[in-house]
């Protein structure tokens, strides 16, 4: 009988919060096909639709380059529960070609983070002009 009860409180403090804590992370919070990047010749525009925000607080979109392997946050949105969401990237000026790719990651009030699956990548193009005029901008954004 002690083995038994033993073996009760072992699943219900070491087991049953890794199933909870599962379960909440791999519940599917982005609507697939839905994460995308678009130029609209200045900035880019990373946009997603959500299916289901429960205990998201925020989403962090994450940036690399053809030339940068490691993928870097550029940013943060919260939840809102006003899908769709978009982010605009002010810093994809700063050269004036280059292959962009996207991630996305949810973040949940409990601080487990979750990676959507789907990584959205753009070809990006900038004339010197407006990436000389987007320079000065930056320096007046605060």
Request: hydrophobic share 35%.
């Amino acid at each position: 009988m002690y083995n038994l009860m033993h073996s009760m409180k072992l699943f219900t403090y070491t087991l049953l919060p890794l199933l909870v804590t599962w379960s909440v992370a791999s519940s599917q919070v982005i609507e697939p096909g839905s994460f995308k990047a678009s130029n609209d010749g200045a900035d880019v525009i990373v946009s997603w639709k959500t299916i289901d925000e429960t205990n998201v607080r925020e989403f962090q979109i994450e940036r690399r380059s053809s030339d940068e392997p490691d993928y870097k946050v550029i940013g943060t949105v919260s939840a809102s529960k006003q899908s769709p969401y978009a982010f605009r990237d002010h810093t994809a000026f700063k050269k004036t070609t280059g292959l962009y790719y996207y991630r996305l990651i949810t973040v949940f009030l409990d601080d487990t983070r979750q990676m959507f699956n789907e990584e959205a990548g753009i070809d990006h193009t900038v004339s010197g002009v407006r990436r000389t005029w987007g320079s000065i901008k930056s320096m007046f954004r605060f």
